[in-house]
């Protein structure tokens, strides 16, 4: 499979409030490779081999002082990288990763407001079913 990349959907009313944490499209992005997914937020980095990614789903309508920025979530210890409110995609791991405090709270999963989060989560499950198309 080639590289996939997904750029991040900037909600306009929060766009310069990122900005002012390193956060914009240019910095922001999530790529699929043929050994690993990556979420990029500024200067934060999420890596994970395939292997790890359990399941993949699309969550919506988000209250947004709980979506925009990078956020760990107290009731399960998920990370989102928020730049809207509207829509995500949601990836589960087998094992938790590591991405805002380092290697002292793993996450078990990730959150990414992309523009396409249906398209997301097709590629994902395309490379979950079968890792060498």
């Known amino acids: 499979m080639s590289t996939e990349r997904f750029a991040f959907a900037f909600d306009r009313r ?18 699929l490779t043929d050994t690993a997914l990556t979420a990029r937020f500024g200067r934060l980095r999420l890596t994970t081999p ?7 789903e699309v969550t919506r309508g988000y ?9 760990a979530s107290l009731a399960d210890r998920g990370v989102t990288f928020g730049t809207n409110a509207q829509a995500g995609t949601c990836v589960c791991f087998h094992t938790p990763v590591p ?3 380092g290697e002292r709270l793993p996450h078990p999963g990730l959150t990414v ?21």
Do not use: H, M, Q, Y
């Not at 395939?50 to 993949?56: A, F, G, H, P, Q």
């Not at 209250?63 to 956020?71: H, L, Q, S, T």
């Not at 407001?113 to 198309?133: H, Q, S």
């Open 14 to 31: 929060f766009a310069r409030l990122l900005t002012l944490v390193g956060i914009r499209p240019d910095t922001a992005e999530v790529v």
């Open 50 to 56: 395939w292997s790890n990614v359990r399941d993949v």
């Open 63 to 71: 209250r947004w002082f709980k979506a925009i920025g990078p956020r």
């Open 99 to 101: 991405a805002l405090a």
């Open 113 to 133: 407001t992309v523009a396409d989060p249906e398209g997301l989560a097709a590629a994902i499950r395309r490379r979950l079913e079968d890792p060498t198309a």
